[in-house]
């Protein structure tokens, strides 16, 4: 099985990083996976995206098209790649910034990371936020060996990091279409 997700957002978020994660954390799991990072000139501030391939089998062409899964962490990436969204795709949304839904995905998820990324004093952990979503909603990569890899990256955050994850996992929710 082959997973095209796009991650979109603005730079600042996290959003390659996420990407990165997500990629080693497959690998790690004995999946194959390709990772290509686009931002703007600006980088903090403009658009960011992280496109990042996970398949049981090797990735010959890794360029996303119409990716099975979009990450939307802004309006601006959602505005941005949510027509690039196959139909019947995935979809998932931080639900306080992302009020206009710009596709017709087979199902949306939403959890509210930069609020729940606020409430724990450090905004800079909404992407952590949004992988515990993610590997709850999709659960294309282990949690644990998600978590793990999460953990690896940043030693020194760890239990605010594990604290992040655990709230995406217990907030995100289906959202009717």
Same mark, same amino acid.
């Given at each position: *099985?082959?997973? $095209? &997700?796009?991650?979109?957002?603005?730079?600042?978020?996290?959003?390659?990083?996420?990407?990165?994660? =997500?990629?080693?954390?497959?690998?790690?799991?004995?999946?194959?996976?390709? +990772?290509?990072? *686009?931002?703007?000139?600006?980088?903090?501030?403009?658009?960011?995206?992280?496109?990042?391939?996970?398949? $049981?089998?090797?990735?010959?062409?890794?360029? &996303?098209?119409?990716? $099975?899964?979009?990450?939307? *962490?802004?309006?601006?990436? +959602?505005?941005?790649?949510? !027509? !690039?969204?196959?139909k019947d795709g995935l979809l998932l949304i931080d639900?306080?910034?992302?009020?206009?839904?710009?596709?017709?995905?087979?199902?949306?998820?939403?959890?509210?990371?930069?609020?729940?990324?606020?409430?724990?004093?450090?905004?800079?952990?909404?992407?952590?936020? *949004? =992988?515990?979503?993610?590997?709850?909603?999709?659960?294309?990569? !282990?949690?644990?060996?998600?978590?793990?890899?999460?953990? /690896?990256?940043?030693?020194?955050?760890?239990?605010?990091?594990?604290?992040?994850?655990? =709230?995406?996992? /217990?907030?995100?929710? /289906?959202?009717?279409?």
């Open positions: *099985m082959r997973w $095209d &997700i796009r991650w979109a957002g603005f730079g600042g978020q996290g959003v390659i990083r996420a990407g990165e994660i =997500l990629g080693r954390a497959a690998v790690k799991q004995g999946l194959d996976s390709a +990772m290509r990072p *686009m931002y703007g000139p600006e980088k903090t501030g403009g658009w960011s995206r992280a496109d990042v391939v996970i398949s $049981d089998e090797q990735i010959i062409f890794p360029l &996303i098209v119409n990716p $099975d899964i979009l990450v939307a *962490m802004s309006q601006d990436g +959602m505005n941005r790649d949510g !027509s !690039s969204l196959k639900g306080e910034l992302v009020k206009d839904v710009k596709c017709y995905p087979k199902k949306i998820y939403s959890v509210e990371a930069t609020k729940i990324a606020d409430s724990l004093g450090r905004r800079i952990v909404a992407n952590i936020v *949004m =992988l515990g979503a993610f590997s709850k909603a999709f659960g294309i990569v !282990s949690e644990d060996i998600l978590l793990q890899t999460i953990i /690896e990256t940043f030693p020194k955050a760890v239990e605010l990091n594990k604290t992040a994850f655990k =709230l995406g996992k /217990e907030n995100v929710r /289906e959202v009717e279409i």
